[in-house]
């Protein structure tokens, strides 16, 4: 992106003008919103991605981390100090650096996981296919890897376009090495990887259980093991509705059952998990994916995978078309086939995880019981002024035997809420939703984009959403907590009060009459 766009944005949005809009502040704007695909361009028209979020600061009402965030002013003062220094910096020992960080923040060692970058989280699927290659056959670097059959789970819960980097195929017309690239083109090295999504709700949109979930994912292993593959295993942890599956005791049938047959990865690229659920799917040498762009609060795109050892020891070589994704410092040293990747430096995505990171480490200083606090106020202000007021219902974030244990969902799922909105006029349908979420949004008013999980009575549907009511999804970011965190609690709640009154009016306004 130039500075051109960069200045324009700035213009646009004047909020910069509080913490000075000089020249250091306007190549920091272009430098995060450069070094990955077209998803993180700003528009000259709107200043904004195509996401309608911005890498700077915005005086925006915003609980939007279950799409993307904007970046905090906190984030972005704290960019724009350690700016020059970063830029000094080898990209390896800045990667390095926050490899520690993350570490300490979700309290682990490097010892217990090995840490790769990725300048999004659909790029973050390549190093989960990484992970699974030749896993079961022993040794580093043996010949030809296994073929992989990949075993998503709620593909219409997870990014869209990780269905094609899962399948080991491009996705964006650029990487974000810069290289052209054309989508569901294959990468090269990536060629023997079939493809299964398991859905996570049933045809009517109701969640499913996790035994059924872990039921057909060992159909789908025993199928794929008899065609001699290896089994990549996808477990949500957060999807964009808040499901966790399936449960750690049916993670462990499957790798009792399986043993070396299977690779899973944790999909926590919302990244609403404890360090203690971390720990848990590395203890059970599980790959954990996650993003700094959701519910951490860092401007987009960033994410990094927590590798167990074991699988590092045991990796093949990397996929040859990699050297058109990843650079050499963005993998754990010791890789086979990392010293094939270019040797150079993206300053756009260390500026991007320094963010996160900030911001994950102010997070981790909030006491366990404050932060259950600041979310028993959010869920009230939700249920208040909005389900009630409005007249919609929430999507219930578990399956259908257990919608009374709602309030027993671990913490972290609790700061996500999704809303039916059918029931109001003009928003029965999936289509509506979307448009009434765009135009909330360039108002100044962010929430979670709709999704498919409400299905319409009068109409079975079709891919493009007709069969599908309208959602709305409000959700808690870490920058927010952190602010509420020393504020009393009368004044959350009255912050709460506002807000969500304040999101209810603007949704009225937009509602047609029936």
């Not at 790798?255 to 609403?272: E, N």
């Not at 040859?320 to 086979?336: D, L, N, S, T």
């Not at 200083?365 to 007249?391: C, H, K, M, N, W």
Request: charge should be negative; aromatic fraction near 6%.
């Amino acid at each position: 992106m130039t500075a051109t766009v960069a200045e324009a944005a700035i213009r646009l949005h004047r909020e910069l003008d509080d913490i000075g809009a000089d020249a250091r502040a306007v190549e920091l704007v272009q430098l995060l919103a450069s070094g990955g695909d077209a998803r993180i361009s700003l528009a000259p028209e709107t200043g904004l991605n195509r996401y309608l979020s911005a890498p700077y600061p915005r005086d925006v009402l915003a609980y939007s981390s279950s799409t993307i965030s904007d970046i905090s002013p906190e984030a972005f003062a704290h960019l724009c100090d350690r700016f020059e220094t970063l830029r000094a910096q080898p990209y390896r020992d800045s990667l390095n650096a926050l490899r520690a960080r993350i570490a300490a923040a979700l309290d682990l060692n490097l010892d217990e996981a090995r840490i790769a970058f990725a300048p999004s989280g659909t790029d973050l699927e390549y190093v989960a296919l990484a992970c699974a290659r030749d896993q079961s056959a022993g040794g580093p670097g043996e010949g030809a890897s296994q073929a992989v059959h990949n075993i998503l789970l709620g593909a219409d819960e997870t990014g869209s376009g990780c269905v094609h980097s899962a399948h080991g195929r491009f996705f964006a017309d650029e990487t974000a090495l810069g290289a052209a690239t054309e989508p569901a083109a294959p990468v090269d090295g990536c060629a023997d990887i079939t493809l299964v999504d398991v859905p996570v709700r049933c045809g009517q949109g109701v969640a499913r259980s996790s035994a059924a979930v872990s039921a057909d994912m060992m159909r789908e292993i025993e199928a794929g093991i008899t065609r001699g593959c290896h089994c990549l295993v996808h477990v949500v942890h957060g999807s964009k509705t808040g499901l966790v599956l399936p449960s750690l005791s049916d993670i462990d049938v499957l790798q009792k059952r399986f043993g070396r047959a299977v690779t899973i990865v944790v999909d926590a690229c919302q990244a609403r998990i404890t360090s203690s659920a971390v720990r848990a799917y590395l203890e059970r040498g599980c790959l954990v994916l996650m993003t700094g762009s959701k519910f951490v609060g860092a401007p987009p795109f960033n994410g990094w995978a927590l590798i167990p050892p074991q699988m590092v020891k045991r990796a093949s070589a990397l996929p040859q078309g990699f050297r058109q994704i990843f650079r050499r410092a963005e993998w754990p040293e010791g890789w086979p086939g990392r010293e094939a990747l270019e040797d150079s430096a993206n300053l756009s995505l260390v500026l991007r995880l320094n963010a996160a990171i900030f911001e994950l480490e102010r997070f981790q200083t909030i006491p366990i019981e404050r932060a259950a606090a600041l979310i028993d106020a959010f869920e009230s202000a939700v249920e208040s002024y909005l389900v009630a007021a409005l007249g919609v219902a929430r999507v219930c974030p578990s399956a259908a035997h257990e919608r009374n244990r709602v309030a027993a969902r671990p913490i972290e799922m609790r700061t996500l809420i999704t809303l039916d909105m059918s029931s109001l006029p003009g928003l029965a349908t999936f289509a509506e939703a979307q448009a009434l979420h765009r135009a909330l949004a360039l108002d100044g008013v962010r929430l979670g984009q709709p999704v498919k999980c409400v299905r319409r009575g009068d109409d079975q549907g079709d891919e493009q959403g007709e069969g599908w009511g309208g959602t709305l999804r409000v959700g808690l970011s870490m920058p927010q907590m952190i602010r509420w965190s020393t504020m009393a609690d009368p004044d959350v709640a009255n912050t709460l009060e506002r807000d969500m009154k304040s999101i209810a009016r603007a949704i009225e306004a937009r509602v047609s009459p029936g």
